[in-house]
């Protein structure tokens, strides 16, 4: 009896190791491709699309940074969200608004880290994380005023326009691979000389690749504003 009753002590302290290792590594900080509610739309040798969306009172897990990051807000951020380094107490609200961009030198400055959503709206973000350390040798053009440019590093130069309806933005020419994100969504054609205009209904998140060389003017044919966040690689 004595035996078995040291048997079963052993077994429940094994047990109770096993659980306690596995609760451990649930618990690991996770790549950020692989983080709860960040979801790789897209990837290809330069990049890779992160669709970024937390519902209200939701977390992700504990997630790592290590590619530089564009994050272009495409939905109203709510102002209780915030990150929460790992190892520190607490966070603080990002504070982000619609449309906001910004870049993120992740590969120099690594961050472990996860998002807290105990707002009433969710957190809507759309991720282009660059695939390589080293710049790709791309040449963005320089674009036509109607254009506003956001930023441009040795990475990434990125763009804004708005249009209104009936409002058309002069042709310009992509001159390096990159993102087209859309922050407000509505029709607009797409022209290019020789061929017919190429009409879309664009959506509020919507995010897709887009070639280089094409020669486009944009115009917006709906009976509402656009506006979308356009990314050339370097």
Excluded: C
């Excluded at 109770?16 to 509610?37: F, K, M, R, T």
């Excluded at 350390?133 to 440019?149: I, L, M, S």
């Excluded at 087209?180 to 509020?204: F, P, Q, T, W, Y």
Aim: hydrophobic share 40%; charged share 20%.
């Amino acid at each position: 009896m004595r035996y078995l009753m040291r048997a079963s002590v052993v077994i429940g302290i094994l047990a109770s190791s096993q659980i306690a290792l596995g609760a451990d590594e649930a618990d690991a900080p996770v790549p950020v491709q692989s983080a709860s509610y960040h979801v790789p739309m897209f990837r290809n040798a330069y990049v890779t699309l992160l669709r970024i969306y937390i519902p209200s009172h939701r977390e992700t897990n504990y997630h790592i940074h290590n590619h530089d990051l564009i994050t272009v807000v495409v939905e109203e951020h709510p102002p209780e969200a915030y990150s929460q380094k790992l190892g520190a107490d607490s966070g603080h609200p990002r504070g982000a608004v619609l449309g906001q961009v910004d870049y993120n030198p992740y590969f120099t400055r690594p961050v472990t880290h996860r998002t807290l959503n105990p707002g009433t709206i969710p957190v809507h973000v759309a991720g282009v994380e660059l695939n390589s350390e080293k710049p790709y040798g791309f040449k963005p053009e320089v674009r036509d005023p109607a254009y506003t440019q956001l930023f441009d590093n040795e990475r990434a130069r990125a763009w804004r326009l708005v249009l209104s309806p009936g409002q058309t933005a002069p042709a310009i020419t992509q001159g390096a691979p990159g993102v087209r994100i859309i922050v407000h969504g509505g029709e607009i054609a797409e022209l290019a000389s020789g061929k017919r205009d190429r009409a879309m209904m664009l959506r509020m998140g919507d995010f897709f690749w887009q070639e280089p060389g094409a020669t486009r003017a944009v115009r917006n044919i709906g009976d509402s504003a656009v506006e979308f966040v356009e990314i050339e690689l370097k």
